[in-house]
């Protein structure tokens, strides 16, 4: 199992940094009871790696790295892919704001329930949704409003976001929003593959906001990060939450 | 030395070849994704291209008062709480001039990919005893639908042809590489067909 695969590479890594650091001291470097020392000590202890002590030519060394190289990548693989994962979210600790909100964009609305919690838990006396006109006439701003409302959210608390097609364009609405109602802090709801970059979009055109982040819990249907390769929606929000840091970043389409 | 600068040498054109592939396919997303659209004369009009910038709706009761086909049956999932967009694209057909009871919204599952949900269609319109279908989708997904829902729908013994409003089209593929959402459904349509070739519920 590929998620096996990810526990045996961390084990791996622990199991044998902890052996070096037993044998050749912190840094490998400080062997003094004759033991062989330098930056590639620690590694010599590995079997496979003896075996081509004797190999001299270039091409046996290379092929050695290779092989090296495959090997470690096929345990490291699966850590550095849950840890990207992992790097996608941002999770602050709670304080009481002036209002949550939930960025548009959820089909299950989980965003609008993990809001509505919040406001009942009393982190804010304000709760902001978001949606789009579709062509057909309907509005899913407004069919999250009616979420919240039927959640126990005051109707008059419930304030809506609208016209807004990426996350950009939700900050920069939002920005107006908060300047008009005088709002200075927010909780930000959203999903957690989503958190980090909004935050980055929302605190770069809102600065003088002040940005807490609560996502909603990861945990599979929605998304989860542990071996997300393993399911074909996780690797669709990932693989496209990657892609868009990117044109974020680069400040490319609007 | 000229060895390590052959090797730089080849390094560099490849990764210049590869580049230069890239943005070829970029650029030739919308050939690659759209396909010539198929109208074909059948038993039900399958309307699955309902989105915030589609004008489908008016597109298909066109098909309807041509005689394409007597019914016509919206396909949606969940987009908000309770929210089926089909049941609102019913309602502006019927607005249009369709009458009511040739026109029903089929509410689909979330899913992660469009052949999860295929078979449920195909089973919906053999349980009414249509024998032909055309499905209404989104242009940029018109190329690999057919080639998806041909696979289901015809091992059913359900003959379908997929077509897409011209006016989506020409929207979608207008100056497509400046504008933000169009980029983004271009993309996100080739993410999805590569995906799909790896994961064996979506195949």
Not at chain 1, 224 to 238: H, I, M, Q
Not at chain 2, 62 to 80: E, F, M, N, T
Not at chain 2, 167 to 182: C, I, Q, V
Request: net charge positive; aromatic share 10%.
């Amino acid at each position: 199992m590929v998620r096996d695969r990810a526990q045996a590479g961390q084990w791996l890594i622990s199991h044998r940094v902890e052996k070096a650091k037993r044998e050749y001291g912190m840094n490998g470097m400080n062997g003094t009871d004759g033991k062989k020392t330098g930056f590639l000590a620690p590694f010599r202890q590995f079997r496979f790696f003896r075996l081509f002590r004797h190999l001299s030519s270039s091409r046996a060394r290379a092929l050695l790295i290779v092989s090296a190289c495959l090997f470690a990548g096929y345990f490291l693989t699966p850590v550095l892919l849950n840890e990207a994962a992992e790097g996608l979210i941002r999770e602050d600790p709670l304080v009481k704001a002036d209002v949550i909100v939930a960025l548009g964009g959820d089909r299950l609305c989980n965003r609008e329930k993990r809001a509505a919690e919040l406001y009942h838990q009393g982190w804010a006396d304000n709760v902001v949704v978001s949606g789009l006109r579709y062509a057909s006439g309907f509005h899913t701003g407004e069919a999250a409003r009616a979420y919240v409302v039927n959640l126990g959210v005051p109707a008059e608390k419930i304030s809506m976001i609208s016209e807004t097609l990426n996350t950009r364009a939700e900050a920069k609405v939002l920005d107006g929003l908060m300047r008009e109602r005088g709002w200075k802090s927010a909780i930000i709801v959203t999903s957690a593959f989503h958190s980090r970059r909004a935050m980055y979009t929302i605190e770069k055109t809102a600065r003088d906001g002040v940005f807490h982040s609560s996502p909603v819990p990861t945990g599979y249907p929605e998304w989860e990060p542990y071996a997300w390769w393993s399911r074909r929606g996780d690797v669709f929000l990932t693989v496209r939450e990657l892609v868009s840091w990117v044109n974020t970043l680069a400040s490319g389409w609007q | 030395m000229e060895r390590k600068r052959r090797w730089a040498r080849r390094a560099l054109i490849s990764l210049s070849l590869l580049l230069v592939v890239c943005v070829a396919l970029f650029f030739a997303l919308p050939t690659l994704l759209i396909a010539p659209a198929n109208v074909a004369k059948s038993d039900v009009i399958l309307h699955g291209s309902i989105s915030p910038h589609s004008t489908a709706d008016e597109y298909v009761v066109d098909l309807y008062r041509q005689g394409v086909a007597r019914k016509i049956v919206c396909l949606s999932s969940q987009v908000s709480w309770e929210l089926y967009p089909g049941d609102y694209a019913r309602e502006r057909l019927i607005s249009l001039g369709v009458p009511a009871e040739d026109v029903v919204s089929l509410r689909l599952p979330v899913a992660p990919c469009a052949a999860v949900n295929l078979p449920r269609i195909v089973e919906f319109v053999k349980a009414h005893g249509w024998r032909s279908a055309l499905l209404i989708t989104h242009p940029e997904d018109s190329r690999y639908a057919s080639i998806v829902a041909r696979r289901f729908f015809e091992r059913e013994g359900v003959s379908i042809a997929v077509s897409y409003a011209p006016e989506d089209r020409a929207a979608l593929t207008r100056s497509w590489w400046r504008t933000h959402w169009k980029t983004q459904r271009m993309v996100g349509e080739t993410m999805s067909i590569t995906l799909d070739l790896f994961y064996a519920e979506c195949r």
